[in-house]
């Protein structure tokens, strides 16, 4: 019998400490109010774009692009970039050139708007690394860590815009990123085929519209822990585009006999595709000098080839140099950790 009652104190004690330590861990945990309603505007320098396509093996650029949210229900994106490498630039096929054409480096601007169909605070758990310790051999790490539900902006919405392109291609059969093929070549309205048996270089003009969904998460804010102050600041999107170009057209070929205009999808000539679609990452954290990533991946309308993998199919990725609203902290608030 006093066994029986000794052991039951001993469990009380035990889930009493428990509870104690677990209630001062709760109690520990504090964010500070609004921060998310505070990211406004977040500018990105991109410092180095690169991208491999059909049309293109390499391509590499630079440019910028900015996001700014309002309060409640819409936000807007723009982005404008240019290649100051390209493989077709740079190939010695140029000097075989048939034409006196000048190629254009590869530029891609574009512009959106979001309406929030959700837009609500939620959490979104992240990662606190606690300690990271090495040990005596330095051979092995251990590192504690903790997953914090942070305070966050939650966006489900659909996005629209409008994109506008130039886009250098080559009809040199010797190379594997010609977007020509050997039985369709370049007809022209003099009633010329290009491109047959010898490269002839242009420039490819697209206006199109693109639209689809946008999935955001942004989280700002400052976990308080034992005097210490940890901020974790990321704005996170997931997007799903359609890309439909009505405007598709190709500069003139210039020779030493006159000017051609291009015709596509006429008989003996290439065709077009008007239609694409991309899916891609964005991370932006919200503060000054941070760096950003996005990544991308897609179809994009133009040429069109004898099999989907002939057509622009691309993937490309971002690496920006964040410039951020600044943000004022206000009073902290309890959060349990969960």
């Known amino acids: 019998m006093k066994t029986k009652i000794l052991k039951t104190l001993l ?3 035990f889930l009493n400490g428990t509870y104690s330590y677990l209630k001062a861990q709760t109690e520990e945990i504090k964010f500070l109010l ?9 500018g990105q320098i991109n410092l180095l774009s690169v991208e491999s396509s059909t049309m293109d093996p390499l391509r590499a650029g630079f440019g910028g692009a900015a996001d700014y949210f309002l309060p409640k229900m819409l936000s807007f994106h723009a982005g404008l970039f240019s290649t100051y490498f390209t493989v077709t630039n740079n190939s010695n096929a ?23 169909i959700m837009d609500k605070e939620g959490v979104q758990k992240l990662k606190i690394i606690l300690s990271s310790e090495v040990d005596y051999r330095h051979n092995r ?14 966006i489900f919405g659909i996005r629209g815009g409008l994109y506008s392109s130039v886009v250098p291609v080559s009809s040199d059969m010797n190379k594997s990123n010609s977007p020509f093929k050997d039985q369709n070549g370049i007809a022209t309205s003099d009633g010329k085929n290009w491109g047959k048996y010898q490269p002839v270089f242009t420039n490819m003009n697209e206006f199109g519209f693109f ?3 946008s999935f955001m998460s942004i989280v700002n804010s400052t ?5 210490s102050r940890k901020n974790k600041r990321w704005a996170r999107e997931t997007y799903l585009d359609f890309i ?18 291009i015709i596509p999808n006429a008989p003996g000539s290439f065709k077009v595709n008007n239609m694409g679609g991309r899916i891609g990452y964005t991370l932006l954290p919200p503060k000054d000098f941070a760096l950003g990533l996005n990544v991308e991946v897609g179809l994009r309308p133009g040429i069109e080839g004898d099999h989907l993998l002939d057509s622009d199919v691309y993937f490309g990725t971002r690496l920006n140099l964040i410039l951020a609203n600044k943000n004022h902290e206000k009073p902290a608030k309890k959060v349990k950790n969960k």
């Open 94 to 116: 140029p000097n075989l050139n048939a034409d006196i054409n000048k190629l254009s480096y590869y530029t891609y601007g574009e512009a959106c708007v979001r309406y929030h």
């Open 141 to 154: 790490r251990t590192t504690t860590y903790v997953n914090i539900p942070y305070p966050a902006r939650k």
């Open 211 to 213: 639209g689809g969904l």
């Open 34 to 42: 609004n921060e998310n309603d505070r990211v406004k505007f977040i």
């Open 11 to 13: 469990l009380a004690v």
């Open 244 to 261: 439909y170009a009505p405007a598709i057209s190709f500069d003139d070929i210039k020779s030493a006999t006159g000017s051609s205009k």
């Open 223 to 227: 976990y308080l822990r034992d005097e």
